[in-house]
């Protein structure tokens, strides 16, 4: 059940893609975010301002976050998660729910960890000859999911569309999301998968093929303290 895994926002989510669509190339910056991260906040809505001349899409884990955005007009939506588990429950599911929801608009989307530092506007990197763009781990050829621009084509649409039931059913650890989107998107094993699953329960994550490419992340960003500047 689609709905279960995601708030009723369509109100919200019509509010974003006029906003988008006037005034932002039909593209959304997404992020989602705790008040864990608040010192990074104000920078982030500054580097989106001066760099590419937008606001960040927010989903706030909690009524702090969302006061925050809320406070300096920003799209703020709520996502109450069920675990309180960093990374391992609903807040990881939270950023392929909202691609997936934003994605379905007709809108390109540009999701990004809060602690992201920009050095310069991150869309010049798009191609036109891949669908997604994504963030490679420093230490390997991994994907990690915490940076990609997601065209809004039928095949990705339908990825993020498997990704957020399998995730939503199938996760039950830390970063569990993030080895579950590589192993969609390479086809091939990581650390994690197949692991104990069988080829029956990973079939759905390679039902949609897409074009992408790995970003020169390097040359546009890097990550703030407490992580270093190459992780």
């Known amino acids: 059940d689609m709905k279960s895994l ?62 925050h955005f809320e406070q300096r007009d920003i799209f703020v939506a709520r996502y109450l998660p069920r675990s309180s588990l960093h990374f391992g429950g609903d807040d990881a599911l939270a950023r392929y729910v909202f ?44 994907i990690c999911s915490g940076f990609w621009i997601a065209k809004p084509t039928p095949s990705v649409v339908g990825l993020f569309k498997s990704l957020v039931r399998w995730i939503g059913r199938s996760c039950a650890h830390s970063l569990c999301h993030q080895t579950a989107l590589d192993y969609a998107m390479r086809g091939l ?13 990973l079939a759905p994550l390679r039902e949609h093929t897409v074009r992408w490419r790995f970003l020169p992340i390097r ?3 890097h990550y703030t303290p407490p992580r270093g500047p190459g992780t």
Do not use: C
Request: aromatic share 12%; hydrophobic share 50%.
């Open 6 to 67: 995601a708030p009723d926002l369509t109100a919200w989510e019509a509010g974003v893609a006029k906003r988008a669509r006037d005034e932002w190339n039909a593209t959304v910056y997404l992020v989602v975010t705790s008040y864990r991260f608040h010192k990074a906040f104000d920078n982030l809505i500054a580097a989106l301002d001066e760099l590419i001349g937008m606001q960040p899409v927010v989903v706030a884990l909690d009524a702090a976050t969302a006061l």
């Open 99 to 142: 691609t997936w929801r934003l994605l379905t608009l007709g809108l390109r989307v540009v999701y990004s960890d809060v602690d992201v530092f920009l050095g310069r506007n991150p869309l010049p990197y798009d191609r036109h000859d891949a669908e997604i763009l994504i963030e490679a781990h420093a230490y390997d050829e991994e």
């Open 189 to 201: 094993p990581n650390y994690d998968l197949p692991g104990n699953y069988t080829w029956a329960a």
């Open 219 to 221: 040359q546009f960003m």
